[in-house]
């Protein structure tokens, strides 16, 4: 069974930085490609960004609102994605959850709160 | 970048009734390859997005077959043949063509 699980979510104050984990099980992670989606509180789904697997050239690609910011990157001996959030900004604020790219699953999200 | 636009935004609909949502993309979703990578999740309250449909009409595993998708090119529709409790929530339509993008959800609810 897929389980994707998120964590390092919490408060931040604006121009911050934080860094997600999203923990991996039920696949071959390193074979993988994968992607961060965002939801604000009562808003919709927004795309945050993607990385390749080692093997296809591990490279990123990054939605415009948070291009030149966050980074994304991969420890496939510990089958970890991780999200790095810098110059956070209050619009930052959102669920951030962790899929699989391709067919889609799912992580349960963590919440990120930017607030002075 | 590709906008995806659904109606309808709230669908108020009587159990055992039929629902149906439609969802148009901005451009053609049909990839290099030939496929057109459409998909369809269900939001349920308090729980994070999960896929029900992909490549316009795939059921992904475990979905009920009163769950169905169809349409070609940018124009898609989700049909649920008979709305149960359980289905109350907000579905998405996402392109997963180029990178992503969702449509804005529409709320299923009953009557």
């Known amino acids: 069974e897929v389980q994707l699980v998120e964590s390092g979510g919490g408060l931040v104050k604006p121009g911050g930085s934080l860094r997600l984990s999203c923990a991996a099980s039920?696949?071959?992670?390193?074979?993988?490609?994968m992607s961060w989606v965002r939801q604000a509180p009562g808003k919709g789904l927004e795309w945050v960004g993607r990385?390749?697997?080692?093997?296809?050239?591990?490279?990123?690609d990054f939605a415009v609102p948070v291009k030149g910011r966050f980074t994304i990157s991969r420890d496939d001996s510990k089958d970890t994605l991780y999200l790095q959030m810098n110059s956070l900004k209050t619009e930052d604020t959102a669920v951030y959850y962790c899929?699989?790219?391709?067919?889609?699953?799912w992580g349960q999200g963590t919440l990120v709160t930017v607030s002075s | 970048d590709i906008v995806m636009t659904q109606t309808p935004l709230s669908s108020p609909v009587t159990l055992g009734q039929p629902a149906s949502i439609s969802c148009r993309s901005s451009?053609?979703?049909?990839?290099?390859?030939?496929?057109?990578?459409l998909n369809w999740l269900q939001q349920r309250p308090g729980q994070p997005p999960r896929l029900l449909i992909y490549?316009?009409?795939k059921r992904f595993s475990g979905v009920p077959d009163r769950f169905s998708g169809s349409g070609a090119g940018t124009d898609f529709t989700l049909k649920i043949s008979r709305v149960e409790p359980e289905d109350v929530g907000v579905y998405y339509c996402?392109?997963?063509?180029?990178?992503?993008?969702f449509g804005q959800g529409t709320k299923v609810e009953i009557k």
């Open positions: 451009q053609s979703l049909v990839d290099s390859d030939g496929n057109t990578y």
């Open positions: 990385i390749k697997s080692k093997t296809d050239g591990g490279t990123t």
């Open positions: 490549e316009i009409s």
């Open positions: 039920g696949f071959t992670f390193s074979n993988a490609w």
């Open positions: 996402m392109q997963a063509t180029q990178f992503r993008t």
């Open positions: 899929t699989t790219w391709g067919v889609d699953y």
